[in-house]
C-alpha cells in the first residue's frame, strides 16, 4: 500500500495536469503571448523536484515590444502565506531582482499603487505599478500616467494549493524597454531576471520557515 507521501505526490501530479489549462486560459487576462499552452509530463517531474518551469516570450503589439513569458513554481508553503508575501512591499526588494525602492504612493479605486526603482550605481529605471489582489490571484500594470522610465510593464501572479499542502505558483510577465540603449544593453538580462521571480519566492519561503523551525525549538 502507497505511503501517505506517495500519495500526496501522485495527487499532485493530477492537480498540475489537471490546472494546467486553467493557468494557461488564467493567463490570457495578461497577453495572448504570457501564456502556457499545458504542462508536459518532463515540466510536471520538473515543478514536484523543485525546479522551477520557464517560457521566455517575446511579443510586438503595435510600436511596443515587450519581454517576458511565464514562470511555474512549487512553493514549500500554503498559498496564503505566498500570497502575504508577495503583497509586502518591504519584501520586494528581496523578490524583484535589482529593486533598489519600493515605496507605496496610494491607492487607484481600491487598487495599490507602488513606485519602484530598479537598477545599479550607474544606471536605474523608476515607474508605478498597480497591483489588483483578487484573493489568491494579482494583476499588475504599469501606471502610464505617473512619471515611468520604461515604456510599459504588466502581468500576473496566481497561487493554487496542491494537496499536498505546497503551492503552484505561476508568475507571467511583459516588460518593454522602450526603444534606445536601455533595450539594446539590457532587454535580454531584463527578461532573464524577471523570469526568476517565483525563486525568489521559494528561497524567501525557505528562510522563513527555517527561522521558524529554529525558534521552536
Known sequence: MPNPKTIRTLAAVRVLARLSPVVAASLLLVAPAARADGLSAGETARLLRGEPVSRPQQLDRGSHHY?????????????????????????????LPRTREATPVGEADGDSLVELTHGSSLVQVSYTLRLHRDGTSMRFWMDRGRSHDIDDAWGYARSIALPDGRTLLTWGILVDMGPGLLRELFESRVQTLALAVPDRVRDVMLERSARGQRASR
Open 67 to 95: 519581454v517576458g513569458g511565464v514562470t511555474y513554481e512549487v512553493i514549500d508553503a500554503a498559498p496564503g502565506q505566498v500570497t502575504a508575501l508577495m503583497d509586502d512591499v518591504k519584501s520586494w526588494r528581496r523578490l
